[in-house]
RNA sequence: GGCCUUGUAGUUCAACGGAUAGAACAAGCGUUUCCUAAACGCUAGAUCUAGGUUCGAUUCCUAGCUAGGCUACCA
């Protein structure tokens, strides 16, 4: 039992002793106690005050008493309005850390026998990453090493979207004007050659259009009409007939793409364990629709569309096949949920896609669950905000995005030049140092992204958002630095860091005691982000733990301190702290450095 | 028009319905004969508006305003 644990059901014990009366554990709030009261822990009283039939001051002085008097943890008490602070005894900590010094494990609660498959990253390949991407792409990958860590199985899934109208776009461009351009002629990286296509498309595509009016047709009719996009929507035709010299295009095109793709992904630290491609899957589902139509969850129109009624749920009737049969985007959905399942018998499934897809997977949640599949209730999808830049929102057409690439390696330089203008690189080798200033580039980019509430849109700005003190990475990776160098010392003096090395200590400092709070609270937290399908609630921890663990490295001396039990007790909360940035940090998907 | 989401210091972000709304950056003032100053301490600075529920509301409800998204036989 936790101290925390102890003290709740000690006053669980307190009410049924004062009150005879039996109170629900779940209701009681057990907070840290601010930093201007004295105590430890705080119980709010108030929503007791039914049961004690009395005062909030007097509720709690009773409670206080009960518990100074029962729970051995318990050292003493203070009364601020119903507010009851508690006190607890210095030793308590000490055990407590002791307890999670010597846990053999940190960071991994035990398996629960789930299976999960978390769906991120799932690009177009008709042009490179960006920004926004870097976003899902962070988030995707942390929630999944969050959920591993938490118990889960967990299975990370590409979904890539390499066919469709926009690829064609690409194709027809590059087959008017490629004249035989490859990544190799041109040095360009293959996702950003195929990018490059695609823009072209767009500027020809305009360009006929206003041909076309200038020529007296109507707005509409010149974007139908335009040569360019009839060629793109002929070539999609050929594509689905399986025409050679299209489907060689769109291979020899994608496998430049995937090549591009990997090196970022590479760059980036994410990785998956497998990948779906709406080329095979786009044609899945219809079996679903004649399923949902027998079992009467869907009905036919007149004109042979097939159709769901969600009204009763309070969302709209949406079509789920087309009235010439073919599919529509939800109809491969529902049959990737199937697919995803058969393959991996999963118990959730996760997928990390921006908000503006919040209505598409309402409707497909609702349907998965309306055909009754059994892991319709483990449908979750992790919807985020837009980053948005100063400008306001990226686009892709008028080339105000931030390509994912570029931001990478200027964050990179970014980091190198902060370090060498610090001349922190002394003794490191050339590669070290270039390790180095990767770790702490992508560790400021990944934080960044990372802290906020993924549900909410943020703002991107280049010249400032990225910085390198404060609530940052590199702060945190600092901290986790300056721990090493202590412990490299620690190892050369030869401190004994057994527990019998501090056991004798008897005497804690405020700040020694916050620090042992708070790392005590890193499961606690870690469940919390996984509950909540939240890595922000993660950083906003480590972010805490690395400023309290600053705080005592300026307050406290380690290595002037002349009592050796205080000593190796100061070195042995150091390396917890720095254990605990570790493992917390690899949750990110960030690295943590031994010098810096 | 309908539906969903947002609105907190100058800026970017926090706050299970709980105390005097926390941080960081920017601003100002300090700290280095001492383990890494990418650090630490101090000062100043904010809940969109109007009602309601509650012992207590940034949080919940209603209305409005603000910003964004969705509302295709597009993906």
């Not at 490859?182 to 360009?207: E, M």
């Not at 010392?489 to 030869?494: E, F, I, V, Y």
Request: aromatic fraction near 10%.
């Amino acid at each position: 039992m936790s101290l925390q644990e102890s003290i709740i059901q000690g006053i669980q014990d307190a009410f049924m002793a004062c009150y005879q009366h039996a109170i629900d554990l779940e209701q009681v709030s057990l907070s840290p106690t601010k930093k201007e009261f004295s105590g430890d822990y705080t119980f709010v009283v108030f929503p007791f005050l039914k049961i004690s039939q009395s005062s909030p001051e007097a509720t709690a002085q009773q409670i206080g008493q009960y518990l100074k008097a029962h729970v051995s943890s318990v050292r003493d008490f203070n009364v601020v309005k119903g507010f009851l602070n508690l006190e607890v005894a210095q030793q308590q900590w000490l055990e407590l850390f002791t307890s999670l010094y010597t846990a053999p494990s940190l960071g991994q609660l035990p398996a629960n026998g789930k299976k999960v498959m978390v769906e991120y990253s799932s690009p177009n390949t008709n042009k490179p990453l960006h920004l926004g991407h870097l976003r899902n792409n962070f988030l995707g990958f942390s929630i999944a090493e969050i959920l591993k860590a938490s118990g889960y199985e967990v299975i990370k899934a590409n979904l890539v979207n390499d066919r469709g109208i926009h690829i064609c776009k690409s194709m027809v461009a590059y087959l008017h004007h490629g004249n035989g351009e490859t990544p190799a002629s041109s040095g360009l990286k293959g996702d950003h050659l195929a990018g490059k296509y695609y823009v072209l498309f767009d500027s020809l595509y305009k360009k006929q259009q206003k041909e076309l009016m200038e020529q007296g047709k109507s707005e509409e009719e010149a974007k139908k009409t335009a040569p360019i996009l009839v060629e793109a929507q002929e070539m999609l035709r050929k594509w689905e007939d399986h025409d050679q010299e299209v489907i060689s295009l769109w291979k020899t095109m994608n496998t430049w793409v995937y090549a591009g793709f990997e090196e970022t992904y590479r760059n980036m630290g994410v990785d998956f364990d497998i990948t779906y491609y709406e080329s095979n899957t786009y044609l899945l589902g219809k079996d679903i629709v004649e399923e949902g139509l027998s079992k009467g969850v869907f009905y036919k129109k007149q004109d042979g569309s097939v159709w769901v009624d969600l009204s009763a749920e309070g969302l709209d009737e949406k079509l789920v096949l087309r009235g010439d049969g073919t599919s529509v985007y939800i109809t491969q959905d529902m049959g990737t949920a199937d697919l995803k399942y058969k393959d991996f018998h999963i118990d959730k499934s996760v997928y990390v896609v921006g908000n503006e897809q919040d209505y598409h997977f309402d409707v497909l949640f609702k349907i998965m669950r309306k055909l009754g599949r059994s892991y319709g209730p483990g449908l979750y999808h992790l919807s985020y905000g837009m980053v948005d830049l100063p400008s306001g929102k990226m686009k892709s057409r008028e080339g105000t995005v931030v390509d994912a690439d570029e931001l990478i390696q200027e964050m990179i330089d970014t980091a190198a030049h902060h370090t060498k203008a610090l001349g922190k690189i002394e003794g490191f080798t050339e590669e070290q140092a270039q390790g180095l200033y990767e770790m702490l580039g992508l560790g400021a980019l990944k934080y960044f992204l990372l802290k906020v509430d993924p549900k909410k849109r943020m703002l991107f700005n280049p010249q400032e958002s990225i910085e390198f003190q404060g609530n940052t990475g590199p702060f945190i990776q600092y901290s986790h630095a300056r721990i090493a160098a202590i412990l490299r010392k620690a190892a050369q003096l030869g401190v004994d860091l057994s527990p019998t090395g501090f056991s004798q200590v008897r005497e804690l400092s405020e700040t020694e005691v916050s620090l042992i709070q708070l790392l005590q609270d890193f499961e606690r937290k870690l469940k919390m982000a996984a509950d909540e399908y939240s890595p922000a609630i993660l950083s906003q921890y480590l972010f805490e733990v690395a400023k309290e663990y600053n705080r005592f490295y300026a307050e406290l001396p380690i290595f002037h301190e002349k009592d050796l039990q205080v000593q190796a007790f100061r070195v042995a909360l150091s390396a917890h702290t720095a254990k605990t940035i570790h493992c917390g940090m690899r949750l990110l998907g960030i690295e943590v450095p031994q010098r810096m």
